[in-house]
């Protein structure tokens, strides 16, 4: 018996087959449960064609998460999909301008695009449960994608604010989800080489920097480990943990200079 065996799970985010949110999915299927995956409806297109690679291929949702109208109306679709109740659901989510918000240009960046940053890669993790509350099983499990906010790093800039924001929020949305029997964590996961990694301009010298670093090796092409510890929180092997964000980084979240 797999570790999702019977479960539902929604994964958002599912872009290319090289993302982390497809990883899941299809860990997710041969662990045994049903997924639905979701994506901007100007996206959803490369989602559809990416995911004809899994077996069976999962039904594929338009949703953006920053839309309120869009969330309001994602209960209803999962109804109509014979969705009466949600195990789990992963939260793939984020942006920050490139050419205005990353790359160095922190000092210079407007409010505008800073509130977009906040907005997709921090707040929709709250408004996206606030919308499925009622979906959601007892015991179910949330897992969101952060890239260690605790500390500054080079070309980050306003997206490592919003993600230091995500890591707090996660911690609130613990803090009220948990009466409900509902678990709230976040992965860390080292640089990957992912369609949202190459927006990031200098993003590869994370590349080198973890070659050197990580005591455990880091293969910034393999999306398995980080999709795994997903998958490892959805299920029921992490029943009292929450709150939390886990590294799955080679080790390298635990290493000084």
Known sequence: MG???GRTILVTGV????SIAFKVAQIAQEQGAR??????PR???????AVRKL??????L??????????AALPQQLRDLGVEKLDGVVHAIAFANPKTALGGKFLETEWEDVSVAVH????SYVSLITALDGMLAEHASVVGLTFDATVSWPFYDWMGVAKAGLESANRYLARYMGPRGVRCNLVSAGPLDTMAKTAIPGADAFNDLWGERAPLGWDTKDTTPAAK????LLSDWFPATTGEMIHVDGGMGSTGA
């Open 35 to 40: 997924v639905i995956v979701s994506n901007l």
């Open 55 to 60: 077996d069976p291929v999962p039904e594929v």
């Open 43 to 49: 996206a959803v297109g490369v989602t559809r064609r």
């Open 15 to 18: 872009t290319m087959h090289t």
């Open 62 to 71: 338009e949703l953006d998460v920053t839309d309120d109208d869009q969330l």
């Open 3 to 5: 570790l999702l065996e």
């Open 229 to 232: 510890g997903i998958v490892a």
């Open 120 to 123: 997709t890669s921090t707040y």
